[in-house]
């Protein structure tokens, strides 16, 4: 039995894997990444607007428009 202390290293030289699991593999990864990229977007938009929020209201109106 191993101790805590021994460590064993194992290098992978090659993976095998058929042409059509590989597709379907690189089809899921991208239909994953779009609501990834939906919420990604929405925190940012909130963070920038959070942001832009307390500018306005450190700098006040400095765009010279009265509205």
Do not use: C, E, Y
Request: without cysteine; glycine residues 10%.
């Amino acid at each position: 039995m191993l101790d805590s202390n021994d460590k064993q290293r194992v290098v992978v030289t090659d993976v095998q894997i058929p042409f059509g699991s590989m597709v379907v593999l690189l089809v899921k990864w991208a239909l994953a990444a779009i609501p990834a990229m939906i919420i990604l977007l929405v925190l940012g938009s909130m963070f920038g607007g959070v942001i832009a929020w307390i500018f306005h209201h450190l700098l006040g109106d400095t765009s010279g428009v009265g509205i």
